[in-house]
């Protein structure tokens, strides 16, 4: 079987409106920042169990797409729902992964603490974490793996193990959305197949995930469908298509290499590197000597 | 023995080495709490801009005959929001905003201050600061006032952890992260207001940074950093209050000195950037991941 062949085969179609919950719906969003626009007429719609990747090119706005999703961006025009309701309404029920450069890896706060900020909107002001919210933070620990390094600063993380904090975080929410930017960017191999395996789990039981990722292979692989974003949404489709030449190029441009396998398997690489849809009021965090 | 006891009850015979030290304390513990939130967040500027902002404030309340904090309280809170506002709406480079701002404020401040007829000394005493002059009402109101900073910090301390640390995140499961920005700004100009008078307008960012920048190169965890950060702030205010009662020095000059030297000796002697991690370092073969936990305070390239 091809890698074509499995994408396609476990994928959940991007279905019609009609069938079941919508996680997500835009309809014609456009968004930017200060005067300068980033994502033109938007209109997607996310079934709820949806396991989506957002692929493109560097300063596509993928990370905007999720942003807006996120609401962390105010749309200039368009209409965005979350989980049924209007951007904000449901905030609770979604977890949102920022980039690992948006991290100030030096903050004085250990693995457990950050996982425990998943909880902190749900707990209520004044109030200290109770024995669920401990349990919640433990069972997300363990389904990372990072529970033996629950009292270390997370600075001292390698790149794998921030991903995986920050995806116990999300967890230890119990978000019916996950919103993720670049949330296997920079892991070895083990990292990216564990954090996959458990975004996937999620889906199974109706939740929903939103990834932006470079990693094309792992987007075609890992994920169910794709949206293939360029300043505009340029298509949505099962995993599969990402291997569409047309569809690539019109994504990509010239920035895309493409190598014909001798199995007929098309691998298509993009320039991995992430500065892309910096919005102007950013701090980015870059690690001295790393 | 009892002379050791002596010399560090003496002082407390006088009235002003009492309120003094009163004051002193109380202004160490805001700011050393407050002072945690400024270093995380990158705020030292901004402290140091609404700290100036408020002489204005302070002119004209003396010149209206209206309480000194009133004046100071309502220019900084409104510098502060004022700097939030910017900082939301972006257009122009942030620290160039405030710079404009800050020395256009503190400038208002000193034109007022030269049409003042007459002696007004004790306005310019707000400059340097005498906490050993504080009154008995002053030292009131700023125990109020800073009992109210510190309860709402600590009431929504974990709110203002989760929005310091990720506002993105924060924001998008639901925190108002926005009004909590402008609360925390609003917090530090009353908390400004009340350090004013003990250590003056040009030192309250030292009252405010240096000790939770000491703290932070000390430990590694938020709820230790509140509690170092203020510990180390209220030693010093004592020990500076003793040296300036005993060398008859400036008593906010003194608090900021000992502040000061306690950061030199925590940078030279520190486990995460002084002799002590350099003796770990040559001892122990670092791998990749401990050596990238042992960050210096403010590496933050942008």
């Known amino acids: 079987m091809s890698e074509v062949e499995r994408a396609v085969g476990n994928r959940v179609p991007l279905g019609p409106p009609t069938r079941g919950a919508v996680a997500v719906r835009l309809d014609d969003v456009t968004v930017g920042y200060g005067a300068r626009l980033a994502l033109s007429h938007v209109t997607l719609e996310v079934p709820a169990g949806s396991l989506l990747a957002v692929i493109g090119p560097n300063g596509a706005g993928k990370s905007t797409l999720i942003k807006v999703m996120a609401g962390l961006l105010k749309p200039w025009s368009g209409r965005i729902e979350t989980l049924g309701g209007p951007s904000g309404a449901n905030a609770r029920r979604i977890a949102y992964v920022p980039q690992a450069e948006l991290v100030d890896w030096h903050f004085p706060v250990s693995v457990g603490d950050v996982v425990t900020m998943g909880r902190y909107p749900l707990i209520g002001i004044g109030r200290r974490p109770g024995a669920r919210d401990r349990e919640l933070v433990t069972r997300a620990l363990v389904t990372v793996g990072m529970e033996r390094l629950a009292d270390r600063q997370i600075g001292a993380l390698s790149g794998g193990q921030r991903r995986r904090v920050f995806l116990a975080r999300a967890l230890a929410a119990e978000p019916d959305l996950y919103l993720l930017d670049e949330p296997v960017t920079g892991v070895d191999a083990t990292t990216q197949e564990d954090l996959m395996d458990v975004l996937e789990a999620e889906t199974r039981t109706g939740k929903t995930v939103i990834a932006t990722t470079h990693d094309l292979l792992c987007a075609a692989q890992r994920f169910h469908d794709v949206a293939f974003v360029n300043q505009r949404l340029v298509s949505t489709g099962p995993a599969g298509s990402v291997f569409d030449q047309r569809l690539l190029a019109e994504t990509y441009g010239g920035h895309v290499l493409i190598l014909q396998g001798e199995l007929g398997t098309t691998v298509a690489l993009d320039d991995a590197h992430h500065h892309d849809d910096a919005a102007g009021n950013e701090r980015h965090y870059h690690e001295e000597g790393r | 023995m009892s002379d050791l006891v002596a010399l560090l009850t003496d002082p407390l015979a006088s009235g002003f080495m009492q309120r003094g030290l009163l004051a002193g304390v109380i202004v160490a513990l805001v700011c050393g709490v407050m002072g945690s939130f400024v270093v995380l967040k990158g705020l030292a500027f901004i402290g140091d801009a609404v700290s100036h902002a408020a002489f204005p404030g302070l002119v004209i309340a003396y010149l209206l005959g209206v309480p000194l904090y009133l004046g100071g309280s309502v220019a900084a809170v409104a510098t502060a929001l004022a700097i939030a506002w910017v900082s939301r709406r972006g257009g122009l480079r942030f620290d160039t905003a405030v710079g404009v701002l800050f020395a256009g404020m503190f400038a208002l401040g000193v034109l007022l201050f030269t049409t003042i007829e007459g002696y007004a000394g004790d306005l310019l005493g707000y400059l340097v600061g005498n906490v050993l002059f504080i009154t008995a009402e002053d030292l009131v109101q700023l125990a ?47 908390t400004i207001v009340v350090s004013i008078q003990a250590v003056g307008i040009i030192l309250v960012v030292a ?14 965890r938020f709820s230790r950093l509140l509690s170092l950060a203020a510990a180390l702030a209220v030693a010093s205010s004592v020990i500076g209050l003793y040296l300036s009662f005993y060398l008859d020095v400036a008593s906010g000059a003194a608090i900021v000195l000992v502040e000061t030297v306690a950061f030199g000796l925590a940078m030279a002697l520190g486990p995460r950037t002084g002799l002590i991690h350099r003796v770990r370092q040559s001892r122990v073969v670092p791998d990749a991941e401990s050596r990238s936990g042992s960050g210096i305070v403010g590496a933050r390239v942008p």
């Open chain 2, 144 to 190: 109020v006032l800073a009992m109210i900073v510190l309860a709402i910090v600590l009431l929504l301390r974990k709110e203002l952890l989760y929005a310091t640390f990720d506002p993105g995140g924060a924001q998008a499961s639901g925190l108002p992260v926005a009004r909590l920005e402008y609360l925390l700004l609003g917090l530090l100009g009353v």
């Open chain 2, 207 to 220: 009252m405010l940074v240096t000790p939770a920048a000491t703290a932070q190169l000390l430990v590694v």
